[in-house]
């Protein structure tokens, strides 16, 4: 068999740790065999025993209003205006900005293993549909690199704003793949979440909604998320994004709701980064995490993602695009230590995203797209603990980032 390119000695992420190392054979963008000592005189790359897995999946990040903190800073003393302060510096956005700096937050997670990407675009009246240009181009434009995927949404209000409204037709119109909103900026949330159940049944499109974000469960909106998943038949094909009020939950409720989830087949995507850094901001001591527990959602049966939402901007002024980072920050805030419970956080970030966009065939088995990383670790459960360095990336077989190694400089 002719191969393109082999990824030779690896250790897959897809079986268990200290099966035997296995080359990987990649014809035509695709894996076209796994097997020892695979024979080709393509391109040939030696993972020298390190941890191979498929890309890593992004499904709720906000390229649009990334990299704003030389225009508007977080709150002082820990304030919670992050939405207006965002809200104010969106007139000044241009398609040349928005791209310059989505450019900017996309390298820097192309570089960190992503392979692919749900991006939400705000489409208020304030900036209109100049954040959709830009990122409609830097999808087409980094399409060798990076699946980028454009979900559409109001952060401001959808009641009583027509405009808004008119806007998010227009990007479902030009191809948008999902649907979203922020029901709790709304006067109306039921009414805004009615609408976007609406518009996805109508141009066949994914919702993903951000939801339930807060410091106590004493209001969700989830239920009514649910009954239209249902009702709509869209199982598997809603997320929520955020669920902080679920961490206020003790575990009876919690799993009442994770078996809520887990048959309307609604996904949540947990954002460590914001919610650390938004929730809790009413106490002055003891300060909650408001992280809610993703782990003991899937132990329901719910289909989890952790995500990394913002990148340098009021609502999170750190962010590097590693998702590794943020599965590592994630697993410590939530004490889930345990070899089994970090390979779970690894699939929250590789095969259980992939179930939400669609792609199952996100994985290390034949037939599957070749869009793989070589990781400076031996399994999936040490990189998560170790924070491991990606080494190479590959799109389709292709390579597209390399990263050296340190090297020490002994006397």
Not at 101 to 119: D, F, I, K, Y
Request: proline share 5%; aromatic share 6%.
């Amino acid at each position: 068999m002719s191969f393109d390119l082999i990824v030779r000695n690896a250790q897959l992420a897809s079986v268990p740790k200290g099966a035997p190392l296995q080359d990987i054979g990649v014809s035509d963008g695709k894996i076209a065999a796994i097997g020892t000592g695979l024979a080709d005189e393509g391109e040939s790359v030696d993972a020298g025993g390190c941890l191979v897995s498929a890309g890593l999946i992004e499904t709720h990040i906000h390229l649009d209003k990334s990299r704003i903190l030389d225009r508007s800073e977080p709150s002082p003393d820990r304030g919670t205006d992050h939405m207006k302060r965002v809200a104010a510096v969106k007139p000044s956005f241009t398609v040349e900005d928005v791209y310059q700096r989505a450019q900017a937050s996309l390298e820097t997670s192309l570089v960190a293993g992503v392979t692919h990407m749900r991006t939400h675009v705000e489409l208020d009246p304030n900036v209109g549909m100049k954040s959709f240009d830009a990122l409609e181009q830097l999808a087409k434009d980094y399409a060798w690199g990076i699946d980028l995927d454009l979900c559409v949404f109001l952060q401001e209000g959808w009641t009583g704003v027509p405009e808004g409204d008119a806007n998010l037709v227009e990007g479902l119109e030009r191809g948008a793949k999902a649907i979203g909103g922020a029901p709790s900026y709304d006067e109306n949330g039921p009414g805004q979440i009615a609408r976007i159940f609406e518009l996805a049944n109508e141009y066949d499109v994914d919702v993903d909604i951000h939801l339930d974000v807060g410091p106590n469960h004493d209001h969700l909106d989830i239920y009514q998320v649910c009954e239209l998943a249902d009702k709509y038949g869209w199982g598997g094909r809603v997320a929520v994004g955020h669920g902080s009020k679920y961490a206020s939950m003790p575990p009876a409720k919690l799993k009442d709701l994770g078996k809520l989830l887990a048959d309307s087949g609604v996904t949540v995507t947990v954002l460590p980064a914001t919610d650390l850094f938004t929730v809790g901001r009413h106490q002055d001591h003891s300060v909650m995490r408001g992280v809610a527990d993703a782990n003991a959602l899937v132990s329901h049966g719910v289909n989890c993602c952790l995500s990394t939402n913002n990148i340098l901007n009021p609502f999170t002024p750190f962010g590097d695009g590693s998702l590794m980072r943020i599965a590592n920050m994630y697993a410590n805030v939530l004490q889930r230590g345990t070899t089994e419970e970090l390979l779970e956080t690894f699939a929250m970030v590789t095969t259980m995203p992939g179930r939400l966009i669609g792609r199952e065939d996100n994985g290390l088995s034949v037939g599957s797209s070749a869009d793989l990383v070589i990781w400076g670790a031996s399994s999936p459960d040490e990189a998560v603990a170790i924070n491991a360095q990606p080494l190479h990336g590959f799109k389709a077989g292709r390579r597209t980032f390399r990263w050296d190694r340190p090297e020490l400089n002994r006397p």
